[in-house]
């Protein structure tokens, strides 16, 4: 009977400890250091922060507390909220700190579901690696390289919106195509009636026409060729150029 005793009240005073210590004001998170934003909205950024930190667990513990705070559920709510967010680094400094290093998705460029120039496309920045993070406009001029695609529908943000091994493709092509004297690349279209193929217009207006799956430093190498050999002054005057078969390319002016 005493030993009974003695084990209900070790218990009690463990479990009056464990909540003293949990809620102990001197042991809630009070400091959230924020570190790499860029663009983001910082105030934003602390708000979702602060709703990652309040409220209680079992009516009893506060979320705040140093040792139940959950980085990982703070790291994932930050990066639903904000889509730029590419990765979310977070360290607890005891008694009551959290290190937060936020790195920001870069810009690429932009991708566009639906027909270019229709009336509803649905556009977004996307990062070199194809994830949209924010909604745009449908881009016009020459600035800023896009990716236009005839397939119908949302973007979903902070997801990719097309294969990583294409976007892959695309960004090497956007890269080495002025080299190989294509001159700069304004836009990228893939079409589903035509899946193999990547075409790339110029900024001089004529386009070319790329299978998705190749050498293109082969290919690239006989684009040079016949830009240098064939086309040489007469490029404001070609419409496409088709880089699918290897040495055989065909081509046709305006």
Not at 221 to 234: A, Q, T
Request: aromatic share 8%; with cysteine.
């Amino acid at each position: 009977m005493i030993l009974s005793i003695i084990a209900g009240i070790a218990v009690l005073l463990v479990c009056g400890g464990v909540i003293f210590v949990l809620r102990a004001p001197r042991l809630q998170i009070r400091a959230v250091a924020v570190a790499g934003i860029q663009t983001l909205d910082e105030r934003g950024v602390r708000d979702r922060i602060g709703l990652a930190l309040a409220g209680t667990r079992a009516w009893i513990f506060p979320q705040s507390s140093f040792f139940l705070a959950d980085t990982r559920e703070i790291a994932s709510g930050l990066a639903h909220d904000f889509p730029r967010i590419r990765a979310v680094a977070i360290a607890k400094k005891f008694p009551d700190k959290l290190d937060i290093v936020i790195i920001e998705r870069g810009f690429w460029g932009i991708f566009c579901n639906g027909q270019h120039g229709s009336s509803t496309p649905v556009c977004a920045y996307i990062d070199p690696d194809g994830i949209a993070y924010e909604y745009a406009p449908e881009p016009q001029g020459k600035l800023i390289v896009s990716i236009q695609s005839d397939e119908a529908g949302d973007i979903a943000l902070g997801a990719p919106v097309i294969d990583p091994l294409i976007m892959a493709a695309i960004r090497g092509l956007a890269e080495k195509i002025p080299t190989a004297g294509g001159g700069t690349i304004v836009d990228f279209e893939l079409y589903t009636r035509v899946p193999s193929e990547i075409r790339a217009i110029a900024a001089d207006g004529f386009m070319m026409i790329f299978k998705r799956e190749d050498d293109y430093t082969s290919t690239l190498g006989v684009l040079k060729r016949v830009m240098d050999g064939e086309i040489k002054d007469r490029r404001s005057r070609l419409d496409y150029i088709d880089l699918r078969f290897g040495n055989k390319v065909f081509y046709k002016m305006k």
